[in-house]
């Protein structure tokens, strides 16, 4: 019996799934220029055939999981406009973001994808980049929370600078050390940034 409409679009949708995996994992570990269409096929379980029916390229695939990351930081660009306060703001989300790379989640990929991207900007520094919309709304929080006395004095955007760097230190670190990476506490990721000052 053959498939029908809905059951094709599942099956193209679960391939697509293992192919952007496959191409995450392996970016992260290998970066994007060592890994091939081969590898990236063959970490998916699939022919390189069906990557190219998918994709016209590895950089065709590389800008789908691009466009994927840039949604996923508009989500977290909405996360810092709320009316929260920006200490529980920043905590809330240094929470979610340390929980994600413990499980070597979502954001986790996020991240090293993003990095992938600034080495490959080399080719196109005029092209804006997608964490440059982060570091300007995560600058834009802490000087809120620092005209509150929630957040030490400073220069805003170097402490948002300092602020995503870490984040993205700590998920590269937990892909390279894997079951002996150990997860810094709220308060140690927080501590350059909390005002403990009266």
């Not at 019996?1 to 293992?18: C, G, V």
């Not at 269409?37 to 055939?49: E, K, L, N, P, Y």
């Not at 000087?143 to 998920?171: D, H, I, P, T, W």
């Not at 050390?177 to 000052?197: C, G, I, Q, W, Y």
Request: glycine share 6%.
């Amino acid at each position: 019996m053959p498939r029908s409409k809905a059951q094709f679009e599942a099956l193209r949708t679960a391939t697509r799934d293992k192919i952007h995996s496959a191409a995450i994992r392996l970016f992260m570990q290998k970066g994007f220029g060592a890994s091939s269409v081969q590898d990236i096929a063959s970490s998916a379980g699939i022919s390189a055939g069906l990557l190219y029916r998918h994709y016209k390229s590895k950089e065709d695939l590389f800008s789908a999981l691009v466009a994927q990351a840039t949604d996923s930081m508009d989500e977290l660009i909405r996360w810092l406009q709320t009316d929260a306060q920006p200490i529980d703001i920043m905590g809330g989300l240094t929470l979610e973001i340390l929980d994600d790379i413990v499980k070597d989640g979502h954001f986790a990929q996020l991240l090293m994808l993003l990095n992938q991207l600034l080495i490959q900007q080399d080719e196109h520094p005029q092209d804006a980049h997608p964490q440059e919309a982060l570091l300007r709304e995560t600058a834009r929080l802490i000087g809120k929370g620092q005209s509150l006395g929630q957040f030490r004095q400073g220069n805003a955007m170097e402490m948002a600078v300092c602020y995503v760097a870490a984040m993205g230190g700590l998920a590269q670190m937990k892909l390279t050390l894997k079951e002996r990476f150990v997860m810094p506490s709220l308060d140690t990721v927080m501590a350059f940034l909390v005002n403990h000052e009266p």
